[in-house]
């Protein structure tokens, strides 16, 4: 089955400090993307990063980077000289695909606190 | 920026009312689905559509909701008979072809059933 285990409830950070979010998935699929979605106090939810199952390279992004390494089914987040604005839930997530459709897998989240 | 937008934004309704949960997907995407927020839980799963037909939907999505898209631009999810427990924020997502899975999502509706 299908598993995305955000371990993290709850990360408190003073600003500037970097800091990294877990995300431990399971899947039988040989294919599949994994995500991380922005949840800001507003409620939305911002798409950060996509990557596939074939792509293992890690990506950085501002002062944010991913490391996705299949070997250990993790790919965690890292905030770079984090700031005010970074308070929010973080998600996780796995697709799993039905014809063309994706449903996605979502992480229980991890609640950012970024303190000035 | 094309984006997903839903209405209401907030709904309160008594226990065993109808509610109607509107959608305007990104026009040029194909796929759309409606995903559920309780307080503080996870986003779940409910229900994926595709060519005017539910592509797969989960154990939540039961008789007492339904989706439709009545014209070519809304996508709305029903939920026939309110019950306590169905008090969630709504999210209403879109995506292309191809698009490997990334869903843009609405900002939500948030329904309270009283």
């Known amino acids: 089955a299908q598993k995305v285990t955000q371990a993290q409830t709850e990360i408190s950070v003073v600003e500037k400090e970097d800091v990294t979010l877990d995300c431990v998935y399971e899947?039988?699929?040989?294919?599949?993307?994994l995500f991380w979605y922005k949840q800001p106090p507003s409620g939305e939810l911002v798409f950060l990063i996509r990557?596939?199952?074939?792509?293992?390279q890690n990506e950085i992004s501002g002062r944010y980077s991913w490391n996705f390494q299949k070997s250990t089914s993790s790919f965690n987040f890292t905030i770079t000289a984090s700031q005010v604005v970074d308070s929010a839930v973080y998600f996780c997530?796995?697709?799993?695909?039905?014809?063309?459709?994706?449903?996605?897998?979502f992480g229980s989240g991890t609640r950012l606190l970024v303190r000035p | 920026e094309p984006e997903v937008t839903q209405t209401p934004s907030h709904q309160v309704t008594q226990m065993g009312q109808e509610v109607i949960l509107r959608c305007v997907p990104i026009?040029?995407?194909?796929?759309f689905y409606w995903y559920r927020q309780i307080l503080g839980q996870k986003v779940e799963f409910l229900v994926s559509?595709?060519?005017?037909?539910?592509?797969?939907k989960s154990e939540i999505f039961d008789d007492q909701f339904s989706v439709e898209r009545p014209d070519g631009s809304n996508f709305t999810l029903k939920i026939r008979s309110t019950k306590l427990e169905d008090s969630a924020m709504y999210f209403c997502?879109?995506?292309?072809?191809?698009?490997?899975?990334?869903?843009?999502f609405g900002e939500g509706s948030r329904l309270t059933v009283l």
């Open positions: 997502a879109s995506s292309r072809l191809g698009s490997g899975g990334e869903l843009f």
């Open positions: 990557r596939n199952s074939f792509d293992e």
């Open positions: 899947t039988r699929d040989t294919t599949y993307y």
């Open positions: 026009s040029n995407h194909l796929y």
């Open positions: 559509f595709y060519n005017n037909e539910i592509s797969e």
């Open positions: 997530a796995l697709s799993e695909t039905y014809d063309s459709s994706y449903k996605l897998i």
